[in-house]
């Protein structure tokens, strides 16, 4: 335990093993800051965000801002006082005035290995790249995107059939157990903080729906690569007959054919035909139909050897 007055910045679950650890480490949380609740399902019921959840719990305090820049929210936060402020997948840029309030600084909690991979989805990125490695990293915010001075960072490998739900989960763990770290080493003062080496950065947007449509003229690594990366959203997808097929665990073959022609479906196993090489299908969705395994699907929806997926619906395989 440090000792210091704390709040704590963070909306999705990855954000809560963070949250969990300063409680159980006893930590002065004064207030957790979240998003605002958001209209989630069929039904667009208000869902509170884990985040809120979690602290509720607690009987922590927590406060949603629309908007983390709005004048009467930052003297909100200035008159609680804190030594410290604590950001872990957020959602908002925090603004200057609100990083400058905390005399011990804002320390913010990446899932990459710093300079790489700044921006909203570096997770994602990283697999669909074809990465091998990623990892965390703790840093001085300021105010542009992910470019503060580096704390500390751990690196982990990444299984070359790993998907973002696997890896998500071991991130926010290893997460949070290097923001303890970084707590203790700058309260102890053997922590000196470093420049991020801008040449050696770059960009991991946040994913868009159309990321997830297949390009089956691409080689089979690439593709295994985006239905790994994309297996929460937007999920990777294609088309069969004109309906939309959602393709959520794959892997790599040596099949040649027509890009995007299924060669083989049957005892169990569907196998399309890529740019080069071919991949396996091993758990899918039919537009309003049940996620399956690809045994399952088929004793539903047989496909025929031939038969040509992609592009939009009604089209052909993508160009």
Not at 57 to 78: C, M, N, W, Y
Request: glycine content about 10%; overall charge neutral; some cysteine.
């Amino acid at each position: 335990m440090t000792g210091w007055r704390m709040i704590y910045m963070g909306t999705p679950e990855f954000a809560c093993p963070t949250l969990q650890t300063l409680i159980e480490r006893g930590e002065h949380l004064l207030a957790v800051v979240t998003q605002p609740d958001r209209p989630k399902g069929r039904g667009q019921k208000l869902m509170p965000p884990p985040v809120k959840e979690l602290a509720l719990g607690h009987a922590i305090p927590v406060l949603q801002p629309p908007k983390v820049r709005d004048p009467s929210f930052i003297e909100t936060i200035r008159a609680m006082q804190p030594d410290v402020i604590v950001v872990v997948a957020f959602g908002q840029i925090l603004p200057k005035a609100l990083l400058d309030i905390p005399p011990k600084g804002c320390i913010n909690v990446h899932a990459s290995l710093l300079p790489r991979y700044r921006g909203a989805a570096p997770l994602n990125w990283c697999i669909i790249n074809g990465e091998h490695e990623t990892g965390v990293t703790t840093m001085l915010m300021d105010p542009g995107l992910d470019t503060g001075p580096m704390l500390l960072a751990r690196s982990t490998p990444i299984d070359d059939n790993e998907d973002i739900v696997s890896l998500h989960d071991r991130m926010s763990m290893m997460g949070a157990t290097l923001l303890a770290e970084t707590l203790d080493g700058l309260k102890r003062g053997d922590i000196a903080p470093r420049r991020q080496d801008d040449g050696l950065t770059c960009y991991a947007p946040m994913l868009r729906k159309e990321d997830g449509l297949i390009n089956w003229y691409r080689d089979a690594a690439t593709i295994h690569n985006q239905v790994r990366g994309m297996a929460v959203w937007p999920g990777a997808y294609t088309f069969v007959n004109g309906q939309l097929l959602k393709i959520f665990r794959t892997r790599i073959g040596e099949g040649t054919g027509l890009p995007g022609s299924v060669l083989r479906a049957g005892q169990g196993l569907i196998e399309v035909a890529c740019l080069n090489g071919s991949i396996f299908v091993e758990e899918l969705q039919l537009a309003g139909k049940k996620r399956l395994d690809a045994a399952s699907f088929l004793t539903g929806c047989p496909l025929a050897p031939g038969v040509l997926l992609g592009g939009n619906a009604g089209e052909g395989a993508a160009t």
